[in-house]
């Protein structure tokens, strides 16, 4: 069979673009396909909801990809190996209360799982603002990470939603957006954004899961972006409260959506 490189391109931009007016009209966007962003999209796509994960990097998988320090290894506690385990992703025990897994078998088995369940992920696109109206965030406004990168005056597209998480980790990307539009609306002790404090790995995957909550109408924060909102500590390359972070976030949502 000859190849054509005009229909090679065709159907790169025909079947993006399809996927792209698909993720125009979503119940869920989620900003950042890190391990709770990740979790938290199969969740509820699995749930039926219509589901799309903007993330800014060539790659997914956020801080879990690289394990700690390039060793692609990571850990989680006891309490979040039953999600490890319920998507097929091989935990071993390695003492009381502690399992390892391997960081590339976790994040591809959670992208994939992710996207089989009806999810789209669409990488190098960041969120650039926010659609929002008198009453709640109503959708995002994205642009090619690589025009932000190059600082180029291009124009955004937009997408709308019911629901837009947070799950950008430390750089709590949409949560910042939100501060300086509307500041002291956030809802956190302060009104704003608190920025998260230094390693305490106990502490931070308790609050982790502590802080998963909406944090403005139509605004939920998932994983590190959780901590960093409220103030907690990172906890580095455990990641047992990032998964549990994303379980919480999409079980909220659901009961949101469905009330």
């Known amino acids: 069979m000859a190849l054509d490189e005009r229909i090679i391109t065709r159907a790169i931009m025909d079947r993006y673009i399809a996927k792209l007016k698909e993720a125009i009209d979503l119940d869920v966007a989620i900003v950042g396909a890190g391990p709770s962003g990740l979790v938290a999209g199969m969740l509820l796509a699995e749930a039926g909801k219509k589901v799309a994960l903007f993330e800014r990097k060539l ?3 956020g801080g879990m990809w690289g394990g700690g320090m390039l060793f692609n290894e990571i850990v989680v506690q006891e309490e979040a190996k039953t999600i490890l385990d319920q998507v097929g992703i091989r935990a071993q025990h390695y003492t009381d209360g502690y399992y390892t897994a391997d960081a590339v078998e976790s994040v591809s088995t959670l992208t994939s799982r992710s996207v089989k369940a009806g999810a789209r992920i669409f990488n190098c696109v960041s969120v650039e603002d926010v659609m ?17 990168m190059a600082g180029l005056h291009v124009d955004p597209l937009a997408v709308r939603c019911q629901v837009v998480v947070d799950a950008t980790g430390h750089d709590t990307e949409v949560v910042k957006v939100v501060e300086r539009k509307v500041p002291g609306s956030l809802s956190t ?6 920025g998260e404090r230094s390693m305490w790995a106990e502490e931070a995957e308790r609050l982790t899961l502590e802080n998963t909550c909406q944090v403005y109408p139509g605004l939920y924060v998932a994983g590190m972006a959780a901590n960093a909102t409220f103030g907690g500590p990172r906890m580095g390359p455990i990641f047992g409260g990032m998964l549990l972070s994303g379980q919480k976030v999409a079980r909220l949502i659901l009961e949101q959506l469905q009330s």
């Not at 008198?134 to 090619?144: A, K, S, T, Y």
């Not at 002790?189 to 608190?194: F, L, V």
């Open 59 to 61: 790659s997914v998988g």
């Open 189 to 194: 002790p302060s009104g704003k954004r608190a």
């Open 132 to 148: 929002m109206r008198p009453e709640r965030i109503m959708g995002l406004v994205l642009n090619w990470s690589a025009v932000e």
